[in-house]
């Protein structure tokens, strides 16, 4: 080959043809990334006045025409009005001071439109150091600067951190919450500009987010100098983590104070609940120190005077369970003079509430045991209530608090009206305490104990109910008419009141008086009854049963004895044969209840028992529940008399209350159970000894 004037690039240096390699690759990564960023250039001859642009840069400024023009009229006319003179006045500041140029204006394009230029460039000088040209780039970043106004507008704190928690960006509200200057906080570490963030909600969070790649969204506190809740939401990024929040101290508070406002009203119900489900003055007062705290007080003390004013029963609680004995401990101590505290005794009487810093309680404690185990709880504040009943003070509420907590006017206002409820509470168990034991000791004195005739042992049992206010109508009854046969009587009064009772007390008598004077049968004595009560005007309905043991002297040969009876609506008789057999008596229809047609005819019907059989007469409380039917309960009662047929008597009775009732029936209940043991042979020991009236026969075979 000739020589064609040049060299022959396949024979060129390798080490030249590598660095022209690379200056076109550094050349061609400088104009890819241009073209990705958007950035056009600009070349301004300062002698000849022509401005050349890229094609990117007249895109840019809305030029559709060839990228350069004859000066720099053809730039400003693009440039809008207001920010005209700042960027004349920015070109003529590097043209005088060689320095560079760097200035962010607005542009107007054809159609109207706005944009946000940013350009920069360096000014060029000839051998005497005149300016010659302005080298530039620049870029539409109106996109930009519409997200940083929208920041800079929010009213929310935003700002944004590198992977390495440096801060990049910050915002005017963020700067106002956080009390710092974005200068200040720029390039800072966010866990030594804030070192309360270390170990907190703020960095687990936020590690969780870069470290799940997924959004988080929480409330917190931050400590002093911020003292302050906020409601942060972090999402990662490419670079880091971009943060939003708002302080929400005042909303934080406004629902603490509407949550403590609940707390106090569900304590108020909680008592009145516990006050209302029982008429028990132990279970009422052991019960409000749980429910007081620690919503009401740290600690509470409910002590009680007895009916000549001495403090005795005394219920404590405290919210740490490990002060809780100290607390009982000084409770107890200090009652033997806690009515003759100067201070106690003015609130019992005026009825004011006690209020005192944790020093005033000290200082009105009684000195010895109970200022030293106060001492030990270290009250920061204490209030008494009087218990208030309708004629005198009950008691005394006494309520700690600790770690410089004080009550507030809100908790005293409550804590009032628990004292007056449980004043109430107290004065009304106390009042039904003596009306009942009054009601009872009349019923029971009605009630009198069965006889005892030679070979019939008879049991009864009366228990009123658990929860009534007063005894009822219930009744048990059993005797000896003149001709020897045993009555066995069961009955029950509508109503639970001493009303009730009363009409009981009546009825009782009545079928007595008229089984004895009489010596009718047991339909006779009921119709008898039914027909004196609408002469005697005791419009009430009653049940009731009357059973007659009879025998004649074959009878007493054969050992059988007949049991005549006659029911009135009542439920129906059981019978226990020695087998341990059970039978109920019941009839296909029964006789209506007494006070409902006194005219109706009654029916008897008998049944010859064998000696070693058991009768039981008994009210519907034995076996009536509310989650049951009266079927269920008699099924349970022959159930339970099957498993006790071997056990003594009174033992059998005691025994079926318990499993029936369980000690705590919903209603009355009253039974007459009577045993007939064999008359060939003396009474058993385990029957006791013979009790019968005198002139009447012990037992027919006498």
């Known amino acids: 080959m000739g020589d064609s004037g040049g060299r022959d690039p396949l024979h060129a240096d390798p080490r030249q043809a590598e660095q022209h390699v690379d200056e076109i690759a550094a050349a061609l990564r400088t104009e890819l990334a241009m073209e990705a960023a958007g950035i056009g250039t600009f070349d301004w001859d300062l002698v000849s006045g022509v401005l050349e642009r890229d094609e990117r840069l007249a895109t840019v400024f809305g030029d559709d025409a060839t990228p350069s023009g004859p000066g720099l009229e053809t730039f400003t006319r693009r440039v809008h009005p207001e920010d005209r003179d700042d960027v004349t006045a920015a070109v003529q500041r590097a043209i005088d001071t060689r320095d560079g140029f760097d200035a962010l204006f607005r542009v107007l394009v054809p159609g109207g439109a706005t944009r946000w230029i940013s350009a920069r460039g360096r000014i060029l000088s000839d051998a005497t150091g005149a300016a010659t040209r302005l080298l530039g780039a620049a870029s539409d970043v109106t996109d930009q600067l519409g997200v940083v106004r929208v920041l800079e507008s929010m009213p929310a704190g935003f700002y944004a951190l590198t992977r390495e928690w440096r801060f990049t960006q910050v915002n005017a509200e963020a700067e106002r919450m956080l009390d710092?200057?974005?200068?200040?906080?720029?390039?800072?570490?966010?866990?030594?500009?804030?070192?309360?963030?270390?170990?907190?909600?703020?960095?687990?969070?936020?590690?969780?987010?870069?470290?799940?790649?997924?959004?988080?969204?929480?409330?917190?506190?931050?400590?002093?100098?911020?003292?302050?809740?906020?409601?942060?939401?972090?999402?990662?990024?490419?670079?880091?983590?971009s943060v939003y929040f708002l302080e929400v101290t005042e909303r934080v508070r406004a629902q603490e104070k509407l949550r403590r406002a609940a707390e106090r009203v569900a304590t108020v119900a909680r008592v009145s609940t516990e006050l209302a489900g029982s008429l028990d003055a132990e279970v009422a007062t052991g019960q409000v120190p749980r429910l007081v705290v620690p919503v009401l007080a740290d600690?509470?003390?409910?002590?009680?005077?007895?009916?000549?004013?001495?403090?005795?029963?005394?219920?404590?609680?405290?919210?740490?369970?490990?002060?809780?004995?100290?607390?009982?401990?000084?409770?107890r101590s200090r009652l033997p003079s806690l009515t003759s505290i100067p201070a106690v005794t003015r609130t019992m009487s005026t009825g004011d509430v006690l209020q005192l810093s944790g020093e005033q309680a000290l200082a009105t404690t009684p000195p010895g045991e109970p200022r030293r185990l106060l001492a030990e709880l270290r009250p920061s504040a204490a209030l008494a209530l009087p218990l208030r009943g309708r004629h005198r003070?009950?008691?005394?509420?006494?309520?700690?608090?600790t770690d410089g907590r004080v009550p507030t006017g809100q908790e005293v206002a409550t804590l009032r009206d628990v004292a007056d409820r449980l004043g109430m509470a107290l004065d009304n168990a106390r009042l039904y305490g003596t009306q009942r034991r009054l009601a009872l000791e009349l019923q029971r004195s009605m009630l009198t104990a069965p006889p005892e005739p030679d070979h019939a042992e008879i049991v009864v049992r009366y228990l009123p109910a658990a929860e009534a206010a007063a005894v009822g109508g219930d009744w048990y009854d059993a005797f000896l008419t003149p001709d020897?046969?045993?009555?066995?009587?069961?009955?029950?009064?509508?109503?639970?009141?001493?009303?009730?009772?009363?009409?009981?007390?009546?009825?009782?008598?009545?079928?007595?008086?008229?089984?004895?004077?009489?010596?009718?049968?047991?339909?006779?004595?009921?119709?008898?009854?039914?027909?004196?009560?609408?002469?005697?005007?005791?419009?009430?309905?009653?049940?009731?049963?009357?059973?007659?043991?009879?025998?004649?002297?074959?009878?007493?040969?054969?050992?059988?004895?007949?049991?005549?009876?006659?029911?009135?609506?009542?439920?129906?008789?059981?019978?226990?044969?020695?087998?341990?057999?059970?039978?109920?008596?019941?009839?296909?229809?029964?006789?209506?209840?007494?006070?409902?047609?006194?005219?109706?005819p009654r029916r008897e019907s008998?049944?010859?028992?064998?000696?070693?059989?058991?009768?039981?007469?008994?009210?519907?409380?034995?076996?009536?529940?509310?989650?049951?039917?009266?079927?269920?309960?008699?099924?349970?009662?022959?159930?339970?008399?099957?498993?006790?047929?071997d056990r003594p008597l009174p033992e059998l009775c005691d025994l079926l209350v318990e499993r029936m009732v369980d000690s705590h029936p919903e209603d009355d209940v009253a039974l007459v159970a009577v045993r007939l043991h064999r008359q060939d042979r003396p009474r058993p020991a385990s029957a006791g000894r013979v009790d019968v009236p005198e002139g009447v026969p012990p037992d027919p075979a006498a």
């Open 180 to 241: 710092r200057h974005r200068d200040e906080l720029i390039g800072e570490v966010l866990w030594e500009a804030f070192p309360a963030a270390v170990g907190s909600e703020f960095e687990e969070a936020y590690r969780r987010a870069v470290t799940t790649g997924e959004p988080v969204t929480f409330d917190a506190y931050y400590p002093a100098p911020l003292d302050g809740w906020y409601e942060v939401r972090a999402w990662p990024t490419s670079d880091g983590l």
């Open 484 to 600: 020897g046969a045993t009555t066995l009587v069961i009955g029950d009064v509508a109503g639970h009141d001493t009303a009730a009772a009363a009409t009981m007390g009546q009825l009782r008598s009545l079928l007595r008086g008229i089984a004895i004077g009489t010596g009718a049968g047991p339909a006779d004595v009921l119709r008898d009854l039914d027909r004196s009560m609408g002469l005697l005007r005791l419009s009430t309905l009653v049940t009731a049963a009357v059973a007659r043991l009879e025998q004649v002297p074959a009878e007493i040969g054969a050992g059988t004895t007949r049991l005549r009876w006659s029911n009135a609506g009542h439920p129906p008789p059981v019978v226990l044969a020695p087998d341990g057999a059970v039978t109920v008596l019941a009839e296909d229809r029964a006789d209506v209840l007494l006070g409902v047609d006194a005219d109706r």
């Open 393 to 401: 003070p009950l008691g005394l509420v006494s309520l700690l608090y």
């Open 606 to 645: 008998v049944a010859v028992l064998e000696r070693g059989t058991t009768v039981l007469l008994y009210t519907d409380g034995l076996v009536e529940r509310r989650d049951s039917d009266l079927d269920e309960g008699q099924a349970r009662l022959t159930a339970a008399l099957a498993e006790l047929a």
């Open 299 to 331: 600690a509470c003390i409910v002590s009680v005077f007895d009916e000549h004013g001495h403090a005795q029963a005394v219920s404590t609680w405290h919210a740490d369970e490990g002060r809780r004995d100290l607390l009982e401990r000084y409770a």
